[in-house]
């Protein structure tokens, strides 16, 4: 719960009226002084309500990132639940380790949709350029991270693979991840992690260091459906016009097929 602090003239006014009543019933006829103890906490509780307001907070802020509250969100997730990642690309060595442990550990089958930022455009819209010229790192090292994050999610998909093939082989059941990757070269927010339909995480690119040394945003679709919406548009804008990586072209058309 969170307190908003307001301004109502008519419920500030009528309180104060009853509060000056209180005093007044008391010196009239000190035998009053229950009723008046009652009026004046009558007056005091209809201010206290035209100066406030509680409700329920529309959105979460934390003080810094916290891959730890991501992956909590992901265990408790539906099996089944999409996962929509916006990244440059995973800051956190052992994220995608800790991501494949909850397809082997966890039974987890997510539908994996994540955007990295394009590390082979260098022309005007170089983004990559931009995102790391205030960080002191090469731009080489920044594009090698992307192609490493990128690997390692094909790697992720390799091994589950390989795994649910065994199992299926005792379970009859054949099941593959569910995984798309593309490349975005449009100007980012920041690192946007929604999972399921529950909640979303939203990071902010701070020019001189990582965005995991910055706030994170904790939005609850239901608690505030508003602020969902406008970061859903935002990833669902960025995804329509990023580059298609994996699956390949010809994979998605034999399938569709």
């Excluded at 719960?1 to 307001?6: E, N, P, V």
């Excluded at 006829?29 to 201010?47: N, Q, S």
């Excluded at 992720?156 to 569910?178: C, I, M, P, W, Y």
Aim: some cysteine; glycine content about 8%.
């Amino acid at each position: 719960m969170g307190i908003t602090f307001r301004f109502n003239v008519i419920w500030v006014t009528i309180g104060g009226i009853i509060i000056s009543l209180g005093p007044g019933l008391y010196g009239f006829d000190p035998k009053l002084k229950v009723i008046a103890f009652i009026v004046l906490g009558l007056g005091v509780v209809l201010t206290v309500t035209g100066l406030t307001e509680f409700s329920a907070r529309s959105a979460i802020v934390h003080a810094r990132w916290s891959q730890d509250r991501i992956l909590k969100a992901l265990a408790k997730a539906p099996e089944t639940a999409t996962v929509r990642i916006l990244q440059t690309w995973f800051p956190e060595e052992d994220f995608i380790d800790s991501l494949m442990g909850l397809y082997l550990n966890d039974g987890k089958r997510f539908h994996l949709r994540v955007m990295l930022m394009n590390c082979e455009s260098q022309g005007v819209n170089d983004v990559l350029a931009a995102r790391v010229k205030l960080r002191w790192i090469e731009r080489s090292k920044a594009a090698a991270d992307i192609i490493q994050t990128r690997d390692g999610l094909l790697r992720l998909k390799d091994n589950v693979d390989s795994f649910l093939r065994q199992l299926a082989q005792h379970e009859g059941r054949l099941e593959t991840v569910d995984l798309e990757v593309k490349f975005y070269d449009f100007m980012p927010f920041g690192p946007i992690y929604r999972i399921g339909e529950d909640v979303m995480f939203v990071g902010f690119y701070l020019n001189h260091t990582s965005s995991v040394f910055g706030p994170m945003i904790e939005v609850r679709r239901k608690r505030s459906p508003l602020i969902w919406q406008i970061f859903e548009w935002n990833f669902n804008n960025g995804w329509d016009t990023a580059v298609a990586y994996y699956p390949p072209a010809e994979t998605k058309e034999l399938t569709s097929g």
